[in-house]
């Protein structure tokens, strides 16, 4: 079962092909020659509206079934920011290192009790018809007061699940990828997938 990503991040793209399995051939954008010149466009105030909107514009300029995640941090004591614009929190081209180190410094004064966080996930489906369909995941949990660990991306060092002592980036993929946001998400898309089928 083809799926085509609206994504050029080679580590979503990782991510995604190892959650979803084998009955899924997955690609990213940069694998399709009809998206070369495609620019995505993020600029809903929702995850589900920006993860709809890339998948509809993917899934029309190469005539395949698509798929979308819009995801990022949301922070109780930040009054729910970085949130959709988790990945420009810092500045369009700054590092994941370089995100952490600011959200830590919003929170330097906020104790571990109300560093409450959410990573949130929406995942659009879009076929060439137009047809689309939205899910959504959560993983809930804390923010770290360093970060910790080297495994993962974004804000995996600094961002404790619910349940667990160690970030993301301590727990490593497959601990991750079995309790996360995108994997709770990317469960109700590989059904509606399934479904359309």
């Known amino acids: 079962m083809k799926l085509t990503l609206a994504t050029r991040n080679p580590k979503k793209i990782e991510e995604i ?32 509206g920006n993860a709809i909107l890339k998948a509809a514009s993917v899934a029309k300029a190469t005539q395949q079934l698509a798929l979308a995640d819009d995801s990022g941090l949301v922070v109780d004591a930040l009054d729910g920011a ?50 689309v369909e939205v899910v959504e995941g959560v993983c809930e949990g804390e923010i770290a007061h360093q970060p910790k660990g080297d495994q993962g991306f974004g804000y995996d060092p600094v961002f404790v699940p619910d349940g667990y002592q160690q970030t993301f980036a301590q727990l490593g993929a497959t601990v991750k990828n079995r309790i996360s946001h995108r994997r709770r998400a990317l469960a109700l898309a590989a059904k509606v997938v399934q479904n359309w089928l």
Request: with cysteine.
């Open 17 to 48: 092909q190892s959650i979803l399995g084998h009955q899924f051939e997955v690609t990213g954008m940069d694998a399709i020659s009809a998206s070369a010149d495609l620019e995505l466009i993020e600029d809903c105030q929702t995850f589900a």
């Open 82 to 131: 970085p949130g959709v614009h988790s990945a420009r929190y810092a500045g369009e081209n700054a590092t994941d290192e370089v995100r952490n180190q600011k959200l830590l410094h919003a929170l330097k004064d906020i104790p571990y009790s109300q560093r409450t966080a959410r990573f949130q996930c929406a995942i659009a489906i879009a076929d060439q018809e137009g047809k």
